[in-house]
C-alpha cells in the first residue's frame, strides 16, 4: 500500500555541499519528480542555506528538458494533462508563498514538458511545504540549526523516505533515531531503494507500515481467515459406522 510522500532532505552545517546539491537536484527532479520517493522539500541550516541555493540553481540549470528517447535528455513529460495542471497550480500557488529561484520556460514540445522550479523561502505552513505536489517542484526550507530541521523534517503527515546529508556522527545518530519516515538515507539520494537491500515502504500516510521486501511481505499475497467455533457440547454425536 503506497499512499504518496512529501519527502525532505536535511541540508546540514557540516554536509559536503558537492554530494548535497547533486543528490537533492537528482531526487528532486530525476523522473520529473514523478516518483513516490522523490525529494519534495530541501531543509538547510541557515549557514549553508545562501551557498547551497546558489549552488542547486546553477546545477539545476545544466538539465535538459525535451524526448525521452533522446539520450540526452534529463527531464520528460509528465504523465498526464491532469498531472501537468496540477503541477502548474503548484508553481503558482509557490509564486505566491515564496521566491521563485529558478522556473523553466515553456517547452516547445508542448504543455506536459515541465522543468524544474526551485522555490526559496517557503515556511512549514504553506502549502508547498505540506501537500504532495508529484512532479518537479522543489520546495527549499531554512532551519536555525539541525535541531530546527528535524523538527521541520517531521512535520508531516507523510512518512517515506527522507534524507541527511552531514558529516557529524552525533547527527547521523540522531537522524536515526529521530527522523520518522520508513526509509531514511545518510549522505546519499533518497531515491531508489534496491530490491533485496532496501525494503521499501511508509507509514502515516504513505502507507501501512509494512514494507515491500520486507519480512511479512509475503503475508500480503495471502488472505486471512477466522474459523470461531463454540465447543460446547450437548450430548453425544458418534460418527456414522
Do not use: W
Amino acid at each position: 500500500c503506497e499512499m504518496g510522500g512529501k519527502n525532505a532532505i536535511i541540508v546540514d552545517a557540516s554536509a559536503d555541499l558537492d554530494e548535497a546539491v547533486i543528490g537533492v537536484r537528482d531526487c528532486a527532479f530525476g523522473f520529473s519528480g514523478q516518483k513516490c520517493s522523490a525529494c519534495s522539500r530541501a531543509i538547510v541550516v541557515e549557514s549553508r542555506h545562501d551557498e547551497f541555493v546558489k549552488r542547486l540553481v546553477e546545477s539545476t540549470k545544466s538539465l535538459v528538458v525535451g524526448d525521452p528517447l533522446d539520450p540526452a535528455t534529463d527531464l520528460g513529460p509528465v504523465i498526464d494533462d491532469d498531472a501537468a495542471d496540477k503541477i502548474n497550480r503548484y508553481i503558482a500557488i509557490g509564486r505566491d508563498e515564496g521566491t521563485l529561484a529558478l522556473a523553466s520556460p515553456a517547452h516547445p514540445l508542448g504543455r506536459r514538458y515541465i522543468g524544474p522550479h526551485i522555490f526559496s523561502g517557503i515556511e512549514p505552513h504553506h502549502r508547498l511545504a505540506r501537500e504532495e505536489i508529484f512532479g518537479p517542484v522543489l520546495a527549499i526550507m531554512q532551519a536555525r540549526d539541525f535541531d530546527h530541521a528535524l523538527q521541520i523534517a517531521n512535520d508531516s503527515v507523510y512518512r517515506l523516505t527522507g534524507g541527511v546529508f552531514t558529516r557529524k556522527p552525533s547527527h547521523i545518530e540522531r537522524a536515526r533515531r529521530e527522523f520518522r519516515v520508513g526509509n531514511l538515507y545518510i549522505n546519499r539520494g533518497i531515491t531508489g531503494a534496491l530490491v533485496g537491500r532496501q525494503p521499501f515502504g511508509g507509514f502515516g500516510m504513505s502507507g501501512a507500515g509494512s514494507k515491500a521486501g520486507g519480512r511479512d511481505y509475503l503475508l500480503h499475497f495471502v488472505v486471512p481467515r477466522v474459523v470461531t467455533e463454540n465447543t460446547l457440547r450437548r450430548g453425544f454425536a458418534p460418527e456414522p459406522g
